[in-house]
């Protein structure tokens, strides 16, 4: 009996733990993998198990995830949406799929019980540091990372220097929406793991307050030497090594004696460093400091002991991250096992220790750098100065850039060998070559020379990964010592070309996360920037509401960032942003919006755009709006940033809202423009009316051609009727080209009308029309399409055959 209420009293202990929505790290060990994940379990271990020092915290737990997915109803969705994914491989696809997922776990509403979990983990976590709000990091776990067969570490986000109750519960929820980013899930689908095994905890863990921090390991990662300690290390926060930003410092350690065997010191010009009020930001490193050891040498043995310590405690070779703190003390904040030497060892592959070069001295060499995957291969340079220019890869070239980043997969995959300016031994382009074998040689610009001045398109090259060395044309000694270690050759094939057309093409994009990734399409600017995917994604609340309750500055500092990033991915082209334009029911739909919204019974065409910005009830949310665009070109100096007026009515609203934006100090310049959307047909009948107050015109072709029909499209009774190429229609466009080209005005089109209907697009260039604004799928087809229609254009025009007048087309 007694034995039996033992047996009961274990797993009623064991059921508590993992039904828990909370645990803390000294209650976790690392076969806690099915509970939190690899790094809170390894956090946990750390915690538990050494004596190494580590910054306290707690994880949240499979089960609590998969109480949010299931109580959110996020399951169902999520699931069905994962079922339509056909081919992983099409980017598009994938991307479409991987957004509606984030953005249906993003809007879910937690639930009350988690999220009071959370927020007493916090306060807990607040006494014991003695503060009332301290800063925290919040870091993904996904159940899969960190397996020994599989590297998933680093697929989920994580959030710095994160303080207050809410936001930690919201950093939450974003960790578990990175779940499904799309490079996470088109790896499990490439590891063959069931996505419906992989859960997701958030280590919310004290933040160490880093003057420097890195990465360590307990192998030479780029030899397999498992009698050294490897250690990296940049000023401030860690993220910029593994994303490749800064080439860092490299000490390596011999295990047996304790001594440094090899230490390399780098210019380190910029850091990531966190803000009082949270966040973080890069600065510029101190001149006195560009040079300097981010470490000393007691500090490198320190590290390297603690190291010695947690691989014999987890008895593999371990992937460590360590941070120094403002008073020069070391903590170790994650440790995981190494995978790819790892699994070699346990292929029984050896070691591939670095040896002198062996080649004749007339072997020009061109660049040298760290060697951070083994390996010789040779064939043509393809230098890729620009992301946008990422899909001209072709298979077997060399690819040459400043860095790589986790959306460059599929271009590396095609690489003969990779090579960087920038980087050290565990960034981006370490790693992952390293995981497909491919020969790569990062942070050439550390030792002297950077790879993509140096090297040309076109050119061959001969790359030594073994010793970081990159020789002019293809050295026969090396490519072929022998048959067995025969590299495939790269073969030259031609870029994509896209002509330049006197017709711009650009872009019209919603989630600024995106822009870096849209950044590599031939495209000529954003034409259309939609600022209400600001407020659903990122602020959740009505600004009135913030206004009242005292923080005003969310809605300038969440509009700035999100802002800031399409500005940035895309400078030097420009930007269009246009002003917010919900309807009165989805304001309503921001938390606190009930109080200050009407119900219309129409409100497509109640309360919206202009007719809001000048409103008493409105005015102080509009100048948020502005002091968040003056803060982007001010502050951060992205003076690419234009804007947009949606839905005005009247000469007299466009004279109104002009007057307040130049009170705020935002003034039509020669490079600050102010646009208008052409989507009423007033627009179109007074445009030498409106000319006065803006630079140009975008035209909404899916509210203009319902205006014009008086036809809603999203009314099955009649939306057969609605067509952007009617008569009517094509009629109010060409007028208001004409009309605004005779004030010098510009006019663009952001519609869907152009992504939909390349017919559509011949009319409109031959109408004459200045920009054409497309989905970010119907860039390139776009692209060529006007380069196509152009030419027409000139031919018609130089043999007097062809219709003249798009009028008389017969659409």
């Given at each position: 009996m007694t034995q039996n209420n033992s047996?009961?009293?274990?797993?009623?202990?064991?059921?508590?733990?993992?039904?828990?929505?909370?645990?803390?790290?000294?209650?976790?060990?690392?076969?806690?993998?099915?509970?939190?994940?690899?790094?809170?379990?390894?956090?946990?271990?750390?915690?538990?198990?050494?004596?190494?020092?580590?910054?306290?915290?707690?994880?949240?737990?499979?089960?609590?995830?998969?109480?949010?997915?299931?109580?959110?109803?996020?399951?169902?969705?999520?699931?069905?949406?994962?079922?339509?994914?056909?081919?992983?491989?099409n980017s598009d696809e994938l991307h479409r799929i991987c957004s509606q997922i984030r953005k249906i776990i993003v809007n879910a509403k937690m639930p009350e019980d988690l999220a009071s979990q959370i927020e007493a983990g916090y306060n807990n976590l607040a006494k014991k540091m003695g503060e009332n709000e301290p800063f925290v990091a919040v870091r993904s776990s996904a159940t899969a990372e960190d397996l020994p067969d599989a590297s998933f570490a680093g697929q989920q986000d994580t959030y710095l220097n994160v303080h207050g109750r809410s936001e930690v519960v919201k950093k939450v929820q974003e960790c578990y929406a990175s779940l499904f980013t799309d490079r996470a899930t088109y790896y499990r689908i490439k590891q063959n793991f069931p996505q419906e095994k992989v859960a997701l905890s958030a280590a919310i863990q004290m933040m160490a307050f880093s003057k420097a921090a890195g990465v360590m390991f307990t192998v030479n990662v780029a030899t397999g030497d498992d009698s050294k300690v490897m250690i990296e290390g940049s000023w401030g926060l860690g993220e910029y090594i593994v994303q490749g930003t800064v080439t860092p410092d490299n000490y390596v350690v011999d295990k047996s004696s304790m001594t440094i065997s090899d230490k390399t010191i780098t210019k380190k010009n910029i850091e990531l460093t966190r803000l009082p009020g949270g966040g973080v930001e890069q600065k510029n490193v101190p001149a006195e400091m560009v040079d300097k050891p981010v470490l000393t040498d007691e500090q490198v043995i320190e590290l390297a002991g603690y190291a010695k310590q947690i691989e014999k405690h987890y008895g593999c070779y371990m992937d460590m991250e360590w941070s120094l703190d403002q008073n020069n003390k070391l903590w170790l904040v994650q440790a995981r096992p190494e995978t790819v030497w790892s699994q070699k060892k346990k292929n029984g592959d050896k070691p591939t220790a670095a040896a002198a070069s062996s080649t004749s001295s007339e072997n020009k060499v061109l660049v040298r750098g760290l060697p951070a995957s083994p390996g010789i291969a040779s064939g043509k340079v393809h230098v890729i100065d620009d992301p946008k220019d990422i899909d001209q890869f072709k298979q077997g070239e060399i690819l040459v850039t400043l860095m790589t980043s986790p959306d460059w997969v599929p271009a590396m995959k095609k690489a003969a060998a990779i090579i960087t300016n920038n980087g050290g031994m565990t960034c981006h382009a370490a790693i992952v070559s390293r995981e497909m074998q491919i020969p790569c040689i990062v942070g050439t610009s550390s030792r002297g020379a950077s790879a993509t001045k140096i090297l040309k398109t076109g050119q061959d090259v001969t790359v030594d990964a073994k010793n970081g060395v990159v020789y002019d044309?293809?050295?026969?000694?090396?490519?072929?010592?022998?048959?067995?270690?025969?590299?495939?050759?790269?073969?030259?094939?031609?870029?994509e070309y896209f002509p330049p057309t006197a017709t711009k093409v650009m872009m019209n994009l919603g989630d600024p996360d995106l822009a870096e990734r849209y950044s590599k399409l031939p495209a000529d600017g954003i034409g259309l920037m939609r600022e209400e995917f600001l407020w659903t994604t990122y602020i959740h609340q009505h600004p009135l509401y913030l206004i009242e309750t005292g923080h005003p500055e969310r809605v300038v500092n969440e509009l700035a960032n999100g802002i800031s990033k399409v500005a940035r991915a895309m400078a030097p082209r420009p930007v269009v942003l246009r002003f917010s334009d919900f309807?009165?029911?989805?304001?309503?739909?921001?938390?606190?919006?009930?109080?200050?919204?009407?119900?219309?019974?129409?409100?497509?065409?109640?309360?919206?755009?202009?007719?809001?910005?000048?409103?008493?009830?409105?005015?102080?949310?509009?100048?948020?709006?502005?002091?968040?665009?003056?803060?982007?070109?001010?502050?951060?100096?992205?003076?690419?940033?234009?804007?947009?007026?949606?839905?005005?009515?009247?000469?007299?609203?466009?004279?109104?809202?002009?007057n307040i934006m130049r009170d705020e100090g935002l003034e039509r310049s020669e490079d600050f423009k102010v646009y208008m959307m052409a989507e009423i047909p007033s627009n179109i009948i007074l445009a030498d009316k409106f000319n006065q107050y803006i630079d140009g015109y975008s035209i909404g072709s899916n509210d203009l051609t319902m205006l014009i029909l008086g036809c809603d499209r999203n009314n099955d009774t009649v939306s057969r009727l609605f067509d952007e190429r009617n008569l009517a229609v094509k009629r109010a466009i060409r007028h208001l080209i004409k009309v605004a080209h005779k004030d010098g005005k510009t006019v663009s089109i952001c519609g869907q009308a152009p992504s939909e209907y390349p017919e559509f697009t011949e009319f409109l260039v031959r109408s004459g029309i200045d920009y054409v604004s497309v989905n970010p799928d119907m860039v390139k087809e776009t692209k060529r399409n006007v380069a196509h229609y152009e030419q027409r254009i000139l031919l018609d025009q130089a043999t007097g055959l062809g219709r003249q007048d798009p009028e008389d087309y017969e659409w």
């Open positions: 047996t009961v009293q274990v797993v009623d202990v064991n059921k508590a733990k993992d039904q828990a929505y909370i645990l803390w790290f000294d209650e976790l060990k690392r076969e806690d993998v099915a509970l939190v994940g690899g790094k809170s379990s390894s956090l946990g271990e750390l915690t538990s198990g050494t004596n190494v020092p580590v910054p306290y915290g707690f994880a949240t737990t499979a089960a609590a995830y998969r109480h949010f997915m299931a109580v959110t109803g996020c399951n169902t969705k999520v699931n069905a949406l994962l079922a339509s994914l056909k081919d992983p491989e044309g293809i050295v026969e000694e090396i490519v072929h010592p022998h048959k067995d270690n025969e590299a495939p050759a790269a073969t030259a094939v031609a870029a309807k009165s029911g989805e304001y309503r739909n921001l938390k606190g919006g009930e109080k200050y919204e009407p119900h219309e019974p129409a409100d497509l065409l109640g309360w919206r755009g202009a007719s809001r910005y000048y409103d008493p009830k409105y005015i102080n949310a509009f100048k948020l709006e502005l002091k968040a665009v003056k803060k982007v070109r001010d502050e951060y100096g992205l003076t690419n940033l234009n804007v947009m007026i949606p839905f005005c009515r009247t000469t007299d609203e466009a004279r109104k809202v002009i």
